[in-house]
């Protein structure tokens, strides 16, 4: 057997959006003017205390290893954040603090994911779900996310598609990279479904819970007490406090899966950074207006990006009440969705990320990330607007 042979890596995939942020970081450094509507991160920096919080820390002797699952003052800093959000109460020894949200999807479902085993995965959803399916050995079932559904998904499809086989159901709402955020009585309805299938896992990815707009509400799954003892909860500082380079998550499990948490961090990371976890504590602790501010900027863009990808020929966009993307159509362009981000990354200097590499439902449709100023937003789209109507030659040979 050669070197690279190992088994499961041909089955791994990535995040094209790391890929589009490097090329148009070539792009821009070879002097292009490139507009970065690509990348899933918020535009501004950490709010100042909660850098003041990791500076003192780090001042003041932070520097060894914590505990594994995180030390006790953030776990507990969690847990009155998720009582304040949710009305849920959640002791801090179910919380475990995580190098990024991320992790604790890797984590859920490496636990889950075994040849012979389903797991069901949002489609368009962020790739990592697929991959890591795949990568375990277990069958990627794709829970189709539909325009038609204002990008919520359906409890009816998604019960559907449940087989003795699955282990595991992810759901994610406030949605990536749709911006879809799934009503309160279609989690009920998915709820009641899987209360009758107790051997069923649930993992809820709920990174984006403070960003819902126009009166919509983000439903916690921790809130059902019928899937209490299997549910898996997501969360992190990476969106809500613009802390993506800190890599700094939490994650809630069930009592009878947090042993087994706690063993894969002693394992493969032993703890979070612990300067970070204080800058943690200032984050949910301190004021919010900072977050306040950057949501109130997002619900600005994504009524200004909607509005403008309207008005564009053979674009339509549902206007996204979560998150802070926006995922147009783009099929009556007659573009494929990745050839048109690629050609526009090229030709017009605006990154933005085609649906399929969210998944095969994402074919028609384009991710544009609100993660850049109004004005850089109004350029980009009268870019794609040029490029659409300069672009048949192209068109007709991609
Ligand atoms: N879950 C969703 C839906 C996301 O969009 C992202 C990041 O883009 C993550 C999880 C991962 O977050 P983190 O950067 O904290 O690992």
Not at 149 to 171: H, K, M, W, Y
Not at 204 to 209: G, K, N, P, Q, T
Not at 267 to 294: F, K, L, T, Y
Request: with cysteine.
């Amino acid at each position: 057997m050669s070197l690279t042979t190992i088994a499961g890596f041909e089955r791994i995939g990535e995040e094209n959006a790391f890929a589009v942020l490097a090329r148009a970081g070539a792009l821009a450094a070879k002097g292009r003017d490139i507009v970065n509507l690509g990348i899933g991160q918020p535009d501004f920096s950490t709010p100042e205390h909660i850098v003041e919080a990791a500076v003192k820390a780090l001042r003041d002797g932070a520097h060894g290893y914590t505990d594994a699952t995180g030390i006790l003052p953030l776990r507990e800093a969690v847990a009155r954040r998720t009582l304040t959000t949710t009305g849920v109460e959640v002791s801090p020894e179910r919380v475990v603090i995580v190098p990024g949200g991320k992790v604790t999807m890797f984590a859920a479902i490496l636990m889950f994911g075994e040849p012979g085993a389903d797991i069901l995965y949002p489609d368009p959803g962020f790739p990592i779900y697929r991959s890591m399916i795949e990568f375990t050995g277990a069958r990627p079932v794709p829970i189709p996310i539909r325009e038609a559904n204002g990008f919520a998904f359906s409890a009816q499809e998604t019960l559907s598609l449940l087989t003795p086989q699955t282990r595991l159901v992810i759901v994610n709402s406030p949605a990536n990279p749709t911006g879809g955020v799934t009503p309160r009585a279609e989690i009920d309805k998915l709820v009641a479904g899987l209360a009758e299938r107790p051997d069923i896992a649930i993992l809820s990815d709920e990174i984006y819970d403070q960003m819902v707009y126009d009166g919509e509400e983000h439903v916690s799954l921790l809130t059902y007490p019928a899937i209490a003892d299997r549910l898996i909860l997501l969360n992190g500082f990476s969106k809500t406090w613009a802390m993506t380079g800190w890599r700094l998550g939490w994650s809630i499990w069930p009592e009878a899966l947090y042993d087994k948490m706690r063993k894969l961090a002693v394992n493969a990371w032993s703890c979070v950074n612990a300067p970070a976890q204080c800058a943690g504590i200032a984050a949910i602790d301190g004021p919010q207006d900072g977050a306040r501010e950057m949501v109130a900027a997002f619900d600005r863009r994504r009524q200004v990006v909607t509005e403008l990808l309207n008005a564009l020929p053979g674009v339509s966009c549902v206007t996204p009440k979560g998150a802070f993307y926006a995922f147009p159509n783009i099929a009556e362009t007659g573009w494929k969705a990745k050839a048109l981000a690629s050609a526009l990354l090229e030709e017009a200097g605006v990154a933005l990320i085609g649906g399929p590499d969210f998944g095969v439902h994402g074919e028609g449709y384009i991710r544009v990330s609100c993660a850049n100023s109004e004005e850089n937003i109004r350029r980009a789209m009268e870019r794609l607007g040029d490029f659409l109507a300069s672009g048949t030659a192209a068109r007709i040979s991609a």
